[in-house]
């Protein structure tokens, strides 16, 4: 054993693996797959924040996604240029995380979750019904992509590396924030709300500020999601999205940097590709997710972990049994 | 000055009036026991003080200044402190990380999103130090699954006392302990230095009684006899609560 770790080494094989995507996966569909699974990856990191550090299960986070997309693609068609359509749209969702968080606030558990629910549907309602300004079923398409610094994201490849970029700076925001004594309040008010009020914490402020980033992240999201289909669509923001994405984060690990991840690759890929072979593939998403559920309750990252360190300690045993046992 | 003063304080969940027109006044650098049968509204008058609860009547004081309205957690920033009865503490993190949150909460720090936790090295030194005086020093990075009942009611004091309050309530610090743990506990209790002033629910008398300076008896919401020791103890109204007669 030199000084290098295991995880290290895997972080430096991922992190190649990632950069390389391009190289080796060819086939430009792929690659925007890959794509999708690192801007849905952004999504279920924002989501983890509330449902995974502070306890708060939210069914309405693709309403925020949402609305992120779509005021971007209107504000494009409407004739604004790229930066001001990304500005606006982050404002636009941050403001409506807010009117969210201080509705929904006023709650937890069940409770918390239902107000989510019924604000998701109002946005769905309004993408779908309120069709003067979304075009309603017909959706929101957009012609361009912005050229960031002058290159242009258009061809696959290209839009693949930027996602990557805002995928890495997400991952790294969440880390800091975990580590962080603000992340630290936000589990605590997860673990004992009660204490960490009379040991003078601001609960609900504190609640409040990470709905706010977690809000930021969905609209970052949601525009990676724009920006990769030219198009929104009222389903984006349906019960089903947001199901989905809570799924990814339960999935994969609530409260870990890379369950969401994971979540995010397994129903991504079951959508793009296993459903070019299997019809039923949302049949084979439910037998994956209920083997999760029934094996690594506490979600696949942190589930694997655990059986991997069980099997070793197995192996070990094996190998060298104890001193003193029989032969 | 007094360090707590209680003035009428009244609350009813629904019919029931569960605190009814209570005067405490406490000095600074007192011991103050409350003692009184199941029921008799000993941990509501803690909330009610922590603001944990909201009171319907009467008012607060903590050192002349007047807490009625003050927010729970605005109170602990002016020097109150407490531990549960049932105790209630952060499972899933070490013993030193729950002091270490104890000590965030009181600090600017805690709404920094940016820097390491764990490059406090402040924090963890002063929560090392609170562990220490509780005598836990030598497994605060031990996980609070693995600690025994009596640790946590300690752990319990260990945070109360890392925010270094000028008033400390202790709801039942003894509940739930062996006798070795109760003699451990009162030592620490005891070393505790008079500038802190201490008010202190004990469901037995006979467990906390040689702490206090004063003794406060309360029965169905109200106080019945206060007194110093000698006079509670000996005043026939406590042998009624107490034994029925």
Sequence with gaps: MSGVSAPRVAFGVTLFGLTTVPLWVGNSYYIDVASQILLFAVFALALNVLVGYGGLVSLGHAGLFAVSGYTAGLMLQAGFGHAAADVGAVLMTLLTAAVFAVLALRSTGIGFLMITLALGQILWGIAYRWADLTNGDNGVSISTRPAPFGISLAGASSFYYATLVVFLLAVITMTAFARSPFGASLRGTRDQARRMTALGYNVWMIRFLAFLFSGFWCSIAGLLYIYNKQFISPQVSALQASAEVLLMVISGGTATLMGPIAGAAIVVVMKYVVSAYVVRWSLVLGVIFVAIISFMPEGLVPGSVRIWGFARRRWRARRKPAPGAPP | ?245
């Design chain 2, 1 to 245: 000055m007094t360090a707590l003063a209680v003035t009428g304080l009244t609350k009813s969940f629904g019919g029931l009036r569960v605190t009814n027109g209570v005067n405490l006044t406490v000095e600074p650098g007192e011991r103050r026991l409350i003692i009184g049968p199941n029921g008799a509204g000993k941990t509501t008058l803690f909330n009610l003080i922590t603001g944990e609860l909201a009171s319907d009547a009467g008012t607060v004081a903590l050192f002349g200044r007047d807490i009625t309205r003050s927010a729970c957690r605005r109170r602990a920033h002016l020097g109150l402190a407490r531990t549960y009865q049932i105790i209630t503490l952060f499972p899933r993190d070490t013993i030193l990380r729950n002091v270490v949150l104890a000590l965030l909460g009181l600090s600017g720090l805690r709404w920094n999103p940016l820097v390491g936790l764990d490059r406090q090295r402040h924090l963890a030194t002063r929560a090392g130090e609170a562990l220490a005086r509780v005598g836990l020093g030598h497994i605060a990075d031990r996980p609070l699954t693995e600690t025994s009942y009596g640790e946590r009611r300690r752990v319990e004091i260990a945070m109360a006392m890392a925010q270094n309050p000028k008033v400390l309530l202790l709801d039942e610090p003894f509940a739930g302990l062996s006798i070795d743990e109760r003699r451990d506990v009162r030592q620490l209790l005891a070393a505790i230095p008079r500038d802190v002033t201490i008010v202190m629910i004990e469901h037995n008398m006979d467990v906390a009684l040689d702490l206090a300076d004063r003794v406060t008896l309360l029965h169905f919401g109200e106080v019945i006899v206060e007194g110093t020791r000698a006079e509670v103890v000996a005043d026939p109204r406590t042998r009624e609560v107490y034994l029925g007669e």
